[in-house]
């Protein structure tokens, strides 16, 4: 990874959360109707684009700059690494559902790190 493409998965997951935050709001039942339905689907496959492997590649990004101390930065992407494994199985559960309502959103957005 480099650190344009970590700026742009950075760039995804703040946009979509963005999107998530204002589609919450609308009080859709998810019925798949209307354009909203086709974008919340959109913003759920471009936040796991950005979220797999993202500790792994911010560790080697840390790794390759030379960043000392190494071992605070190695722990660091853990942590970012976990967070980005357990959100990512979130977004996916909610991708996995026929409705994306906005309360199950706006649970999305209480359950995840990001």
């Known amino acids: 990874m480099t650190r344009s ?27 798949g ?26 560790a080697a990004l840390a790794e390759a700059a030379g960043l000392a101390p190494a071992s605070a930065y190695r722990g660091m992407a ?4 976990r967070d980005a494994e357990s959100t990512l199985a979130a977004v996916q559960l909610v991708s996995a559902q026929k409705w994306v309502s906005s309360q199950l959103i706006d649970n999305l957005n209480a359950s995840i790190h990001f």
């Open 78 to 81: 853990e942590v970012l690494g």
């Open 5 to 31: 493409e970590l700026r742009a998965r950075i760039e995804a997951i703040e946009e979509s959360y963005e999107f998530f935050l204002a589609y919450a709001a609308q009080g859709a039942a998810g019925t």
């Open 33 to 58: 109707s209307g354009a909203s339905s086709g974008q919340v689907r959109q913003f759920l496959a471009r936040t796991e684009e950005a979220l797999e492997g993202l500790g792994e590649g911010v």
